[in-house]
């Protein structure tokens, strides 16, 4: 079937709001790693109050070095409720719907990020951030089964980059808006106006969402053409279990085990990295932030969308998905490599390039990776694999978060390069190991290997 015309793509639309949640979601997610670089947050963070006579208190080298250990631990926190969410929301999505689990995740991170406010301690940040991790777990799980429902599966990769764009925008605007508030107002207003977003957002997506036979918009030629790949709908949810016994569980979850973890790591240190490293010539801080971080991720903006396109652009070729996903992930998995180069260069200008061409590539090996949970399952299990892959993603960011305010106090930024430089192509040869051929589980197969969970709702 020939793709519908103008008037028949309102699934776009469904693609714009999941673009506009992810760049909330970003937002909220995003703040802390700019506000952790005012020295008046790290003070009231480390409970330095003024000497006697009301002067401020000094932040020595100890007491930052200090702050970047517990900073690790803050987001190791965050990382350990998002991975525990991962599996919950997945589970919780295909069983209640993404209308309305999406939704239950949106008020929780919303709520959590305004209660970052009043946070006075490293203790009560890490509770908030961990609430947050909780309730934005929800994000890609129902992003990933919404474009499940919503397109054909030579579409799946392009719309996955579009959507996943908006991480990007989100830390665009957050570079952009959280410098000035924390300038003008002090950094706890930061959080309480980008939490207020979500807000927003819920009452949209409440009141937009449906799956498409549902939807009073969409016309019967799109429909049919969102239909036309004929896919078998598992009658029933699986269970986690039944789901861990496929090796295409596991090529996935590889993925995101062994690059996820880089990604939380550029979300959380590039302030620092750029406002600290002293091998660079010229440091950014809170007033310069926003044409360097504006560059960094319209690049990466422009990777999750290439890529994801080229994806797509291969398979109308005819090339088979597995060629087509696994050749995308490997020109990914080339251009983050260079970027070790970035802790070892004095040039502020040679490593914000570098820091966009990795950023980039990763960006387009998310748009695909997103992909293979909806090109090796059933949707109806669609988000519980994205749980589960999401859950190794996060796990892999604890480890990684742990140990980074430490090994970047004790030897700076190039160990850090250097993992982030291998770690797609290990991937790569990893999930081609272990699944040669992209080979989808078929609907009959999970009906007969296990046992059966309450059905899903949409």
Same mark, same amino acid.
């Not at 260079?338 to 502020?348: D, E, R, V, Y």
């Given at each position: 079937?020939?793709?519908?015309?103008?008037?028949?793509?309102?699934?776009?639309?469904?693609?714009?709001?999941?673009?506009?949640?992810?760049?909330?979601?970003?937002?909220?997610?995003?703040?802390?790693?700019?506000?952790?670089?005012?020295?008046?947050?790290?003070?009231?963070?480390?409970?330095?109050?003024?000497?006697?006579?009301?002067?401020?208190?000094?932040?020595?080298?100890?007491?930052?070095?200090?702050?970047?250990?517990?900073?690790?631990?803050?987001?190791?926190?965050?990382?350990?409720?998002?991975?525990?969410?991962?599996?919950?929301?997945?589970?919780?999505?295909?069983?209640?719907?993404?209308?309305?689990?999406?939704?239950?995740?949106?008020? %929780?991170?919303?709520?959590?990020?305004?209660?970052?406010?009043?946070?006075?301690?490293?203790?009560?940040?890490?509770?908030?951030?961990?609430?947050?991790?909780?309730?934005?777990?929800?994000?890609?799980?129902?992003?990933?089964?919404?474009?499940?429902?919503?397109?054909?599966?030579?579409?799946?990769?392009?719309?996955?980059?579009?959507?996943?764009?908006?991480?990007?925008?989100?830390?665009?605007?957050?570079?952009?808006?959280?410098?000035?508030?924390?300038?003008?107002?002090?950094?706890?207003?930061?959080?309480?106006?980008?939490?207020?977003?979500?807000?927003?957002?819920?009452?949209?997506?409440?009141?937009?969402?449906?799956?498409?036979?549902?939807?009073?918009?969409?016309?019967?030629?799109?429909?049919?053409?969102?239909?036309?790949?004929?896919?078998?709908?598992?009658?029933?949810?699986?269970?986690?279990?039944?789901?861990?016994?496929?090796?295409?569980?596991?090529?996935?979850?590889?993925?995101?085990?062994?690059?996820?973890?880089?990604?939380?790591?550029?979300?959380?240190?590039?302030?620092?990295?750029?406002?600290?490293?002293?091998?660079?010539?010229?440091?950014?801080?809170?007033?310069?932030?926003?044409?360097?971080?504006?560059?960094?991720?319209?690049?990466?903006?422009?990777?999750?969308?290439?890529?994801?396109?080229?994806?797509?652009?291969?398979?109308?070729?005819?090339?088979?998905?597995?060629?087509?996903?696994?050749?995308?992930?490997?020109?990914?998995?080339?251009?983050?490599?260079?970027?070790?180069?970035?802790?070892?260069?004095?040039?502020?200008? %040679?490593?914000?390039?570098?820091?966009?061409?990795?950023?980039?590539?990763?960006?387009?090996?998310?748009?695909?990776?997103?992909?293979?949970?909806?090109?090796?399952?059933?949707?109806?299990?669609?988000?519980?694999?994205?749980?589960?892959?999401?859950?190794?993603?996060? %796990?892999?960011?604890?480890?990684?978060?742990?140990?980074?305010?430490?090994?970047?106090?004790?030897?700076?930024?190039?160990?850090?390069?250097?993992?982030?430089?291998?770690?797609?192509?290990?991937?790569?040869?990893?999930?081609?190991?272990?699944?040669?051929?992209?080979?989808?589980?078929?609907?009959?197969?999970?009906?007969?290997?296990?046992?059966?969970?309450?059905?899903?709702?949409?």
């Amino acid at each position: 079937m020939q793709t519908p015309t103008t008037s028949g793509r309102f699934r776009w639309r469904i693609v714009a709001l999941l673009f506009l949640a992810t760049t909330i979601n970003y937002v909220d997610r995003q703040v802390l790693s700019f506000t952790m670089t005012d020295d008046l947050f790290r003070k009231e963070m480390l409970g330095l109050a003024p000497d006697r006579n009301g002067a401020p208190t000094l932040l020595t080298k100890e007491a930052t070095d200090r702050f970047k250990v517990l900073y690790g631990d803050v987001d190791a926190a965050f990382k350990f409720a998002y991975a525990i969410g991962f599996l919950l929301v997945g589970w919780l999505i295909d069983r209640i719907g993404t209308r309305r689990g999406f939704s239950l995740g949106i008020i %929780v991170w919303s709520i959590a990020a305004v209660l970052t406010t009043f946070v006075n301690n490293m203790a009560g940040l890490r509770w908030t951030r961990a609430f947050l991790g909780l309730g934005e777990s929800a994000n890609f799980p129902s992003s990933v089964k919404t474009v499940a429902d919503w397109f054909p599966k030579n579409e799946r990769s392009f719309a996955h980059g579009l959507f996943n764009a908006g991480t990007n925008v989100g830390i665009i605007l957050t570079a952009l808006i959280v410098p000035y508030l924390i300038l003008q107002f002090g950094w706890r207003s930061s959080f309480l106006i980008t939490g207020l977003l979500g807000f927003g957002l819920l009452i949209l997506w409440w009141f937009t969402y449906s799956k498409p036979e549902r939807s009073t918009k969409l016309s019967a030629e799109e429909l049919a053409y969102i239909r036309s790949d004929n896919e078998k709908v598992a009658p029933r949810t699986v269970s986690w279990g039944q789901l861990l016994g496929y090796k295409q569980t596991w090529a996935f979850a590889i993925g995101k085990l062994l690059a996820d973890p880089i990604w939380w790591f550029y979300m959380s240190w590039l302030p620092d990295f750029f406002n600290s490293n002293d091998a660079l010539d010229q440091k950014l801080d809170l007033k310069s932030f926003g044409m360097p971080f504006l560059i960094i991720y319209a690049v990466s903006d422009a990777g999750s969308i290439f890529f994801g396109w080229l994806s797509t652009q291969f398979m109308k070729r005819g090339w088979s998905a597995n060629r087509a996903r696994k050749t995308t992930m490997l020109i990914c998995a080339l251009c983050v490599v260079p970027i070790f180069f970035a802790a070892q260069t004095s040039s502020l200008t %040679v490593a914000i390039a570098l820091i966009s061409l990795a950023t980039a590539a990763h960006q387009g090996w998310a748009a695909n990776m997103y992909t293979f949970a909806s090109d090796l399952f059933p949707k109806n299990v669609v988000a519980s694999v994205s749980g589960i892959g999401g859950m190794f993603g996060s %796990v892999g960011g604890i480890l990684l978060s742990l140990l980074a305010g430490r090994i970047i106090t004790a030897f700076g930024y190039r160990p850090m390069f250097i993992i982030a430089s291998c770690s797609y192509l290990l991937a790569l040869v990893i999930i081609h190991l272990v699944l040669p051929k992209l080979e989808p589980v078929k609907a009959e197969e999970l009906e007969k290997s296990g046992h059966w969970l309450v059905g899903s709702r949409s």
